[in-house]
C-alpha cells in the first residue's frame, strides 16, 4: 500500500493506492485562506493539523501497512518557521501581493531581468524573492525570528518526521537556484537586498530528503519522502517525462509544463524552469495565477453551480455570442507567459442579450486561450496530458480540445499525490510500473472546424490582451 500526500491551497488530500497504480481511497479536507487588501495568508496549524487528520481517516480504511509514503504540495510563498518547527507568523501564499510595488520597481531597473537571466526564473509578487525583501523591509522582526523560510511542504515534512529543515530543488527553483549548479546563486540573493538574510534559506536535499514518521498521521516508522512540489509532482502523476511533451494542470493555478533537456535564458522573461530529480532535465514552466479560480468566481457571481456548467456550454455557440473574457483575475496580476503584476479581467461584449451561459462561456473559453498562451511559449512539441478538478467537466474537456487544437490525454484522481508515491519509490528503490500509474482515462479529440475558428479567435485574444498590458502599465 502506498500513500500519497498533497497539500494544496484550498484543500489537504491523501490518497492510497496499490502496487498497480489503482487509486484505493481518498480523504479530503478544506484549508482556509485569509485574504485582505492583496495579503493572502494562511495558517501553519490549520494546514498541519488537516493533514494529520486526512492520514488519520485514510489510514484507518486501508487493509494492509503503508509500504511508504511521498509528500508534495503547494510551492512558492513564505513559510516562516523557528529552529523547532513552529511557525513565527501565518504563512505568505503564493497568491499574496503585497511585494507587488517592490516587483515594479525590479521590473524597472533591470533587477528582474538579471534573476532571470541566471536562474530562468521570473519573479512575481508570491514568490519567496520579494517577499522576504518584502518582509525585511515592513516586517523585520518576523524573519528575525525564524530559523528558515521554508516551503508548504517542506513544514509538513519536518513535522510529521522530525527531520531538519531541508527543501528540494524543484521548490528551490524560484527564484534562488541557478538550474546549472542546482545550488543557490548568491549573487541573485545579493541583487534582492537579502544577502544579510542568506541563512534562512532552507539546506537543498538532492535527492530528495527521507525519513521516518514519527506516529502523526502516519504510522510510526512509515518511511516518508519530501518532494517534488505539487507542479512537477503533477507531471511525474500524468507521465510527462519526455522532452516536447506537455501538461496542463487546471486547477485553481492554471499551469502549463513542458519537459526539456534544452535551458534557454534569452527572450521575454517569464515562467520558470523547474529542476527534476534529474540532472540535465527540466520542466519549463508557466504557472499561470487563475485557472478554475476565475470560473469559480463567475459561478459565484451569476449563481450557478457547478453541476450546471456543461449544460449550459452547450447552450451557446463558439464565440459566446460576442462576450469576451480576459481571466486574469488575481490581486497580484499575471506571472505567465509574462509578468504583468497590475494587469486585471476584462469583460467585453456583453450587453442586455448576454446570457448566463455566455458568460460562463466566455470565461472557459478565456482560461482555453491563456492555457495555449502558456503551452505555446513553454515549447510544447509532443503530446498533451490534461489534470486537475477542470476535467471533471467533460465539455469543458471538449472546449478546451478545441482552443488548443489537440488531443488531451486525461488524467483523472489524485495525480500529485500519484507523482509523490512514483517520486518516493524511486528515492527508496522501489519498482513500479510507471506506464500502468500514469495511463489516461481517457483522449478527447478536438473538433477540426471548432479547432479552425479558435485559432483565429486565439489571435483576437492576443490582441486585446496587449491592449490590456498597455493599460495596466498606465
Known amino acids: 500500500m502506498y ?14 493506492f496499490d502496487g498497480a497504480g489503482r487509486e484505493l481511497a481518498v480523504e479530503s479536507r478544506p484549508v482556509g485562506l485569509a485574504l485582505h487588501g492583496g495579503v493572502v495568508e494562511q495558517d501553519m496549524e490549520e494546514v498541519y493539523a488537516a493533514v494529520v487528520a486526512v492520514l488519520e481517516s485514510l489510514t484507518a480504511r486501508l487493509p494492509g501497512p503503508v509500504e511508504l509514503a511521498g509528500l508534495t504540495g503547494q510551492g512558492d510563498g513564505v513559510w516562516l518557521v523557528d529552529k523547532e518547527g513552529v511557525p513565527v507568523r501565518p504563512a505568505a501564499s503564493w497568491m499574496d501581493g503585497r511585494a507587488h510595488e517592490l516587483l515594479d520597481q525590479w521590473l524597472a531597473d533591470g533587477t528582474f531581468e538579471t534573476v532571470f537571466r541566471r536562474t530562468g526564473s521570473a519573479m512575481f509578487p508570491g514568490c519567496p524573492g520579494p517577499l522576504l525583501a518584502w518582509l525585511d523591509r515592513c516586517e523585520p522582526k518576523s524573519l528575525d525570528a525564524a530559523a528558515t523560510a521554508l516551503y508548504c511542504k517542506d513544514m509538513v515534512y519536518r513535522r510529521l518526521t522530525g527531520a531538519p529543515a531541508t527543501t528540494d530543488v524543484s521548490d528551490a527553483s524560484m527564484p534562488f537556484l541557478d538550474p546549472r549548479t542546482r545550488s543557490y546563486d548568491n549573487r541573485v540573493v545579493e541583487v534582492l537586498g537579502l544577502t544579510h538574510r542568506r541563512g534562512l534559506l532552507a539546506p537543498i536535499s538532492d535527492p530528495v530528503a527521507t525519513a521516518r514518521a ?33 501538461l496542463l494542470i487546471v486547477g485553481t493555478c492554471l499551469a502549463a509544463l513542458v519537459a526539456t533537456t534544452e535551458l534557454d535564458l534569452s527572450g521575454e522573461p517569464a515562467g520558470l524552469y523547474i529542476s527534476t530529480d534529474r540532472p540535465g532535465h527540466w520542466l519549463r514552466a508557466m504557472p499561470a495565477m487563475v485557472g478554475t479560480a476565475a470560473l469559480d468566481w463567475v459561478l459565484s457571481t451569476t449563481g450557478v453551480r457547478h453541476e450546471e456548467v456543461d449544460a449550459l456550454l452547450a447552450d451557446t455557440p463558439p464565440g459566446a455570442n460576442g462576450v469576451r473574457v480576459l481571466p486574469y483575475f488575481a490581486p497580484s496580476g499575471e506571472r505567465a507567459p509574462f509578468v504583468e503584476p497590475r494587469l486585471r479581467a476584462e469583460l467585453t461584449g456583453v450587453c442586455l442579450e448576454s446570457t448566463k451561459a455566455d458568460l460562463i462561456r466566455a470565461t472557459c473559453e478565456g482560461i482555453g486561450f491563456a492555457a495555449r498562451h502558456c503551452l505555446e511559449a513553454a515549447g510544447l512539441t509532443g503530446s498533451l496530458a490534461v489534470c486537475g478538478g477542470g476535467t471533471r467537466s467533460p465539455a469543458w474537456m471538449r472546449l478546451l480540445a478545441d482552443v488548443l487544437g489537440r488531443p488531451l490525454k486525461v488524467v483523472e484522481g489524485e495525480v500529485g499525490a500519484r507523482g509523490a508515491v512514483l517520486a518516493a519509490a524511486e528515492r527508496y528503490g522501489v519498482t513500479l510500473d510507471a506506464d500502468a500509474w500514469t495511463e489516461p482515462t481517457a483522449v478527447v479529440e478536438p473538433d477540426a472546424a471548432r479547432a479552425a475558428y479558435y485559432a483565429k479567435a486565439f489571435e483576437d485574444h492576443l490582441s486585446r490582451l496587449a491592449g490590456a498590458r498597455d493599460r495596466a502599465r498606465a
Not at 219 to 236: E, M, Q, V
Open 214 to 246: 514519527r506516529g502523526e498521521g502516519l504510522p510510526s516508522g512509515t518511511r516518508l519522502a519530501n518532494g517534488p512540489y505539487d507542479l512537477p509532482a503533477c507531471a511525474l502523476g500524468a507521465g510527462v517525462t519526455a522532452p516536447g511533451d506537455g
Open 3 to 16: 500513500v500519497g500526500i498533497d497539500v494544496g491551497t484550498s484543500m489537504v488530500k491523501a490518497a492510497a
